[in-house]
């Protein structure tokens, strides 16, 4: 472990070179609020401070760092261009209170924006303001509700969604006021149409579809669940933050979706947003475009403007001004630099790696659904391992960290027993897919000859195998001297 701050101290050195206080602090400051006593900082050196902080930045894991298979999560690599092109002070300074005059540009990125997603994903209209997918979720949800009730049908409050969906799902569809339906999926690992045509009423108000599923793998059924599920005048909700893997290749608004997210830090390589100072703007189709919260960004005669003219129908603002400008603006320089083709040619690449690490393991490790192509990640098991040798996943993925990679997703999702969910993303070489996939092997056979070297792991990371269930019991993140 590294030493804290506080214990590579010592008395008097120092790290900084300030000029002599000049100011008389007792005629501006009143007495009752100046300090009594010397804060306690630690004294270091400015190379002290350096040497620490470099330290523990070390000690994390990131994408510069190494490969991150973390299926779900998409840790794609942020091209540095788009950051730096983010930080500039012509955007970054802007107010959101600016006339319209002075911000013509930032403007401009924004219709922009709106108008690319709009065409990649075959919708009418986008709106920028939600700031995660969950977020988004809320926001499309809340789209539906709008159109039951402008349409007269409050009755409707079912939402449907398979037992694949992810855990954000279920919990968007409560808070936005309706009631979970669970259907299950088939033996193929898609929705179970029967099951579905068994929950299907008039209560319906929708149906919710991560596509490609949590699985890795494309439903394919969207025309015949689009048609039962508008049958009883529901909408078709689509979960696009997956949208990596089929970018440029399939539009969702045009194969029955009515509605739909995107995760912009899993598809367009804008920073992870840790739930909120992310990006998940919604599409939707035409006549649900009122409903979308208000101003959408437009233009008229060359010059852009905030549109507030559907205030009256919209469901409301859903995030203070426009959205996270910074993070859309980063996803925009995305779109832009790669164009349509090298959208397309992202996806496929996802698609490959994935593809190729599946195969590559399907001797080693039970994958449940190997029959089929999977998507840009894959779901494998750990059920042989415990079976044979009494290893469980978690132990397998502390075994993954001690080959210096983050592990994959494991325990999700939750319809696959042992699971692990490796998405290896486009970015990755040949060459890096390979040293992945040869650790894995390895560890496949370290359970066979060496099972007590798995339920110790990890041996080489700064922290060693720490007791989650204690962790969770005694939460202690106060460091005391
Ligand atoms: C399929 C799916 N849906 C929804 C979400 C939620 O997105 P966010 O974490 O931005 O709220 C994720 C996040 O990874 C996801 O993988």
Redesign the pocket.
């Known amino acids: 472990m590294a030493k804290t701050i506080f214990e590579i101290q010592s008395e008097g050195r120092k790290g900084y070179t300030l000029p002599k206080n000049d100011v008389k602090i007792n005629n501006c400051i009143p007495k009752k609020f100046q300090r009594a006593q010397d804060i306690k900082l630690p004294q270091v050196s400015e190379l002290d401070v350096m040497r620490h902080f470099i330290e523990l930045s070390q000690m994390n894991h990131c994408i510069e760092k190494g490969f991150y298979p973390l299926g779900?999560?998409t840790m794609k690599y942020n091209p540095k261009l788009n950051e730096t092109l983010a930080r500039n002070s012509a955007f970054n300074d802007l107010h959101p209170f600016q006339s319209e005059n002075t911000t013509q540009g930032a403007l401009e990125i924004m219709y922009e924006l709106q108008n690319d997603l709009a065409e990649i994903s075959g919708f009418a209209d986008v709106t920028l303001q939600p700031v995660?997918?969950?977020?988004g979720?809320f926001t499309g949800l809340k789209v539906i509700k709008a159109y039951h009730e402008a349409n007269g049908n409050s009755h409707k409050n079912k939402i449907i969604l398979p037992d694949s969906a992810?855990g954000?799902?279920p919990a968007s569809v409560i808070l936005a006021g309706f009631k979970v339906v669970e259907i299950k999926s088939n033996n193929k690992g898609l929705v179970d149409i029967e099951d579905l045509k068994v929950h299907v009423d008039e209560n319906t108000a929708g149906f919710m579809l991560?596509n490609p599923n949590?699985l890795g793998l494309f439903e394919t059924q969207i025309d015949e669940i689009a048609e039962i599920i508008h049958s009883v005048d529901g909408l078709m909700y689509m979960?696009g933050?997956?949208f990596n893997a089929i970018m440029g290749i399939v539009k969702p608004g045009e194969i029955g979706f009515d509605i739909m997210h995107f995760?912009l830090?899993?598809t367009f390589a804008t920073p992870h947003?840790g739930?909120g100072p992310?990006s998940?703007p919604i599409g939707v189709r035409e006549d649900l475009v009122k409903f979308l919260p208000a101003p959408m960004i437009n233009k008229k005669d060359d010059k852009y403007f905030l549109d507030y003219s559907h205030e009256d129908t919209s469901l409301g603002k859903v995030h203070p001004f426009f959205g996270n400008f910074a993070v859309n603006f980063r996803a925009y320089i995305y779109i832009k630099m790669l164009g349509a083709e090298g959208l397309e040619r992202v996806s496929e690449n996802a698609v490959i790696n994935a593809n190729y690490i599946q195969k590559k393991l399907e001797k080693y490790y039970d994958i449940p659904f190997k029959d089929q192509y999977c998507m840009h990640e894959f779901v494998a098991s750990g059920v042989w391992q415990k079976e044979k040798y009494d290893i469980k996943t978690l132990d397998i993925a502390k075994r993954i960290l001690d080959k210096g990679y983050h592990a994959p997703t494991i325990y999700f999702p939750l319809i696959v027993h042992e699971a692990m969910m490796i998405e290896p993303t486009e970015t990755e070489s040949k060459e890096t897919l390979d040293e992945f996939i040869n650790a894995m092997i390895e560890i496949a056979k370290e359970c066979e000859e060496n099972p007590e070297l798995l339920k110790n792991a990890p041996l080489n990371t700064p922290v060693k195998r720490v007791d989650d269930t204690l962790a969770v019991r005694q939460l202690n993140v106060k460091f005391e001297l």
Do not use: P, Q, V, Y
């Not at 995660?132 to 977020?135: N, P, R, T, Y």
């Open positions: 779900s999560c995660a997918g969950a977020h979720e992810h954000t799902n991560t949590t979960d933050a997956n995760n830090h899993k947003g739930g992310g998940g």
